[in-house]
């Protein structure tokens, strides 16, 4: 999980950092608060998929990176529900990368310790309570969970700290994301079947599900964003355009 949380939550929450701090230093207000919204709606839109992908193809990546030697079939499976556990919490943990940094720029780091204070309490009490019965599953539920609970509580404590931060575009931008990421599952399907029929051996199978279903479904999800007119894929779009043009710049 790692993974996507370091390329899509920390390293743009920390190159959004300054950007945040220049406009909290300048008292320009309007452009904190566009950004603030901005960045967490992006983080929503790039979390929402990826914990979904982390979830529905963990199986075969664990088994493509861990399975041999003394891990096989059981334990790629307990590590696999694991790893879904823990990325249902994966777009909580990328947004409070934001939310926590809009907290810094106002110079305020007392909030988000208190929320991080007692993330840590229901955590411990979560694990221990999901760990009886779900044993392993549990313990990565009770980190998950109030995650989610502390993003959930953080983000209103900013709103009011910044006015007008577009709750309801927020909102749209989960909806949306959740719901192209859920078509993603039909995808899934599909590929699962044909490579049914392929009656490949289990080793190539695990690596086309991996090698392929990881750029098929990112693929899906873009369309299907595009066709529920989310603005974020032209936006990212247009960001990874000017970043290749001026990498490609000659030089002056």
């Known amino acids: 999980m790692m993974g996507p949380m370091g390329i899509f939550g920390i390293s743009f929450a920390t190159a959004l950092f300054p950007t945040l701090a220049e406009f909290a230093a300048g008292d320009a207000t309007d452009r904190l608060r566009d950004t603030l919204a901005l960045g967490s709606r992006l983080m929503l839109f790039l979390n929402i998929p990826a914990g979904d992908r982390l979830a529905a193809l963990g199986q075969p990546i664990v088994a493509l990176l861990f399975q041999m030697g003394m891990f096989q079939d059981d334990a790629t499976r307990a590590t696999a529900v ?16 934001v939310i926590t940094r809009g907290f810094y720029t106002l110079h305020d780091t007392v909030t988000p310790l208190l929320f991080a204070a007692l993330a840590l309490a229901l ?27 502390e993003f959930a509580g953080t983000y209103p404590v900013l709103r009011a700290r910044v006015p007008g931060l577009q709750t309801a575009a927020l909102l749209s ?11 993603m599952g039909l995808v899934l399907l599909g590929m699962l079947s044909l490579m049914a029929e392929a009656d490949l051996s289990p080793r190539t199978s695990i690596v086309l599900k991996v090698a392929a279903g990881v750029p098929i479904r990112a693929v899906w999800y873009v369309a299907v964003s595009l066709l529920l007119g989310g603005p974020e894929v032209r936006l990212v779009a247009g960001r990874l355009r000017g970043c290749f043009r001026r990498g490609h710049s000659p030089a002056s």
């Open 123 to 149: 955590n411990l009490g979560f694990g221990l309570a999901l760990m009886d019965r779900f044993g392993h599953a549990g313990l990565a539920l009770g980190m998950s969970l109030p995650t989610i609970a």
């Open 173 to 183: 931008t989960g909806a949306r994301s959740a719901a192209a990421a859920a078509s």
């Open 82 to 97: 694991a790893v879904a556990c823990y990325s249902a919490g994966l777009f909580a943990y990328a947004g409070l990368e």
